[in-house]
């Protein structure tokens, strides 16, 4: 089962793993180098993929495997290692079926004020992370919180990954994390979508993932419960999001950096 995702004051919480399912064999080796360097780190981290990248710029790009095979292989994967396991989905029916498999269920930004995703989600009795959507204050998460809590839901949280700021680019407001946790909801910062530049490459979306560690820093220090970050072993050769996505050879100094900076915070060794 997924973890309670509210931060106790010590260890954040990791959401690592690439962008999108490619094959059964790429997605175990990514959950055992994430592993790997989690266990030299001495850190958890809940493993994540999408089976279906259904909100791709253009019809041509690659979207996945599907929704019951691609669940089956992230669960596989995760206990492979040890690790709970994360996706989107994207309808109600997707809910149900990838919650036979699947212990956190994410709502994609674009999809975060879809009352029957968010109570079908939530109806499954999986902790749900719901991405905040890029058209969002962080105060216009309360209706959505409302809405899980009223369908069931008590194991939940937010996720920032930059909010629409003219066309094709994004901007991250750190007070959008003080002020949701505030509110009392855990939150984990998105620190490789944060930097996409959506539709920037015409018919798909460009990024510059060179800046994803510099905002994830920025979030731990901010108090952030946690950071997703997506890593690939060759970010140029992903069929999703390679503009973003963090190197597997960058991850070990990435969440190094990141564990300093909560550490300073806390005033732990």
């Known amino acids: 089962m997924a973890p309670n995702y509210r ?12 962008c999108v399912i490619e094959s059964e064999k790429q997605l175990l080796r990514d959950a055992k180098v994430i592993r790997g360097i989690c266990d030299d780190l001495g850190i958890s981290f809940t493993f994540k993929a999408s089976y279906d990248k259904a909100n791709r710029t253009s019809a041509k790009s690659y979207r996945g495997v599907g929704v019951r095979d691609g669940s089956k292989m992230l ?6 290692v040890g690790a709970p396991v994360t996706t989107d989905v994207h309808s109600p029916e997707e809910a149900v079926i990838a919650a036979e498999f699947i212990d956190l269920l994410q709502i994609p930004a674009f999809l975060c004020r879809q009352t029957d995703l968010i109570v079908a989600a939530a109806e499954t009795g999986r902790a749900v992370n719901v991405k ?36 094709n680019n994004l901007v991250v407001d750190m007070r959008s994390l003080y002020w949701m946790r505030e509110a009392g909801y855990p939150v984990i910062f998105d620190a490789t979508h944060s930097v996409q530049r959506p539709g920037g490459g015409g018919d798909c979306t ?64």
């Open 132 to 167: 905040k959507g890029q058209f969002l204050a962080p105060w216009d998460v309360k209706p959505i919180a409302d809405k899980l809590i009223k369908a069931g839901c008590q194991n939940f949280f937010f996720t920032e990954r930059g909010t629409t700021f003219g066309y």
């Open 7 to 18: 931060n106790n004051g010590t260890d954040p919480y990791f959401i690592l793993g690439p």
């Open 75 to 80: 669960a596989e994967a995760g206990a492979a």
């Open 206 to 269: 460009t990024g510059d993932g060179v800046l994803a560690p510099v905002l994830a820093r920025a979030a731990m220090a901010a108090g952030v419960d946690g950071i997703f970050i997506e890593t690939h072993a060759n970010p140029a050769e992903s069929p999703s999001d390679g503009p973003n996505q963090i190197p597997h050879a960058q991850l070990r100094e990435v969440l190094t950096s990141l564990l300093a900076i909560r550490r300073a915070l806390t005033g732990l060794e």
